[in-house]
């Protein structure tokens, strides 16, 4: 009878998506209706993989248990296990135990020969199927494909796997099934259906097990068997031809009859590709096979014309059916292997011009990540490559890091600490506090930065005098970005000022919108004591000055500076400083924050107002 159809679907278990794509493709091209594959299990994660069917894109859910794929997919009657040797007889068991499923591919190899043992029996106990341990699995010709068996989709349309054939095909060696199913494609009409039971020495179903399915189908007319030196499994072969049980034409060849050759016992690819005694041996396997009736040619390469002798035979006397052959759809190729051969172009989504993760390592402005580290460059220089794609001189990247340190903290009862402190005692999490502060910053709070190198940038560009700047900016009601202090002044100057402008006076080529905005500050100080240049002030110019100083043009500066550049080295360090704070409040375990009455003015309309 036939163990697959045209209609059977599978349970993958794991996340082998290269499998159940080919598995999908091949329904394609074999013109399935339905995809072959209905779950997937993946005990680490569930919710939905998606495949294409086609040119279709579909969904395929993803179970964490082989039970829930079950329950959800009771048409299943296959499960594809791609689970490692160590977990391959608990999951393989566990599938032995749902009733829907009756046939179990095993792919792994290295399982304990005892535990091979107790599936094979309590399979048969069960009447199910298992196909392997160590198997790539099989093919129903144009109906049914287990995960990768029959390679590429190329090599499934050159041996018309698409649709079934007349030869039932069944095999130890899973790398012999696409030399094999090539073999009978060439020298017949193509396999019905081929199985590769696996090489191990206790394997889950036999070749006979097989063959007695194919014996059942009318729709195999021969049989081809492909056996290999170790073991016994041939001669239940021989025994059911003997006894009568297998009566259509049957092409065996066992393999290893080289083993002769060597002085010594061979072991070759498989577990039980050894022979232990002379009649495990290949030669006396053939000779037995020989013997009951089956076809058996002197070698290996005699089995095509073997193959060929018995079709053509069976064809003249009528019963080999005439096969309607079709062209097979093509399978769409997929999207990065035609990129990859130049056969399409498509205008991408994302730009991206600062940093490459495709390589080894990541590479920022095509620096490599290890060759930054190993010259000892800082997170200036980093920043440098990152933002201003600029392989930053010492002094640049020793200044960046300088105004970091400079601003990564005021104290709690800034706008920025402050909300983050009161989001934090609120039970939100560090990213949802930190949030919270860094929303804060703008116009008044630390968005003067960027105001200020677009201000005293602009004037200074313009030719404006210092008087005339303070005159202008009076005039359309703006107050100068970075200059005014709640507390400092100049009787009491800000330190961190002070810091920033030597530094620029000792490393700078030039500091000619620094000097430029100290001349407004005289201006301004000479009305009031604390306006003078504050840190967002000096920063903000001092940055348009380093800049000009590593060359970009105006336009190049201004344009970083419209992009909010300026503003980012605040954000970033400010953040140090918020981030701070949050913890500082998590291990100190503060209550919910509350705004105090008597920090609140209560002025509510009168009553007789509304």
Known sequence: MKIINERTQAIIYGRQMKAVQRMLDF??????????????????????????????????????????????????????NFASYRSAFETTKEALDADTLKIIAVIAEGIPERKERILGALARKKGKVIIGPATVGGIAAGRFRIGNAGGSIENIVASKLYRPGSVGLVTKSGGMLNEMFNMIARNANGINIGIAIGGDRFPGSHLVDHLMGFESDPEVK???????????????????????????????????????????EVQFGHAGARAGAEKETADAKNNALREAGAIVP???????????????????KGEIPEIEEFVPPAVPMDFDKAVKNGIVRRHRQFITTISDDRGEEVKYAGIPLSEIIESGK??????????????????????????????????PCVSGAHNAIVASRAGKDLVSSVASGLLTIGPRFGGAIDGAGHYFKEAKDRGMSPAEFVAYMKNKGI???GIGHRVKSVRNPDKRVEMLKEYAKKH???????????????ITTSKKENLILNVDGCTGVLLVDLMKSLGLS?????????????????????????????????LLKTKLYRTPYDDVLYKLPNKADL
């Open 222 to 264: 021969f049989h081809v068997v492909l056996g290999e030196v170790g073991g016994l499994e041939e001669y239940k072969i021989v025994d059911a031809l003997k006894n009568g049980k297998i009566k259509k034409p049957l092409i065996a060849w066992v393999t290893g009859t080289c083993a002769k050759v060597f002085p010594s």
């Open 554 to 586: 105006d336009k190049e500066i201004n344009e970083r500076i419209d992009a909010g550049l300026l503003n980012a080295f605040f954000v970033l360090g400010r953040t140090i400083g918020i981030i701070g704070h949050v913890v500082d409040q998590k």
């Open 479 to 481: 107050p100068i970005p």
């Open 298 to 316: 002197d070698s290996f390469d005699g089995l095509p014309e073997k193959i060929k002798e018995v079709y053509e035979k069976l064809k003249s």
């Open 27 to 80: 329904d394609y091209v074999s013109k399935r209706e339905i995809p072959s594959v209905a779950a997937i299990v993946d005990p680490t994660r569930e919710g939905f993989e998606t495949a294409f069917f086609g040119s279709d894109e579909i969904l395929i859910p993803v179970y964490r248990t082989i039970a829930d794929a079950v329950n959800n997919h009771k048409n299943a009657t296959v499960l594809i």
């Open 378 to 411: 800082g997170l200036g220089y980093v920043i440098g490559l990152l933002w201003l794609k600029k392989s930053l001189p010492d002094y640049a990247s020793d200044f960046i890091e300088l105004v970091l340190k400079i601003v990564a903290d005021h104290g």
């Open 508 to 522: 700078f080529p030039k500091t000619e919108y620094l000097d430029y905005a100290l001349e407004v500050e005289k």
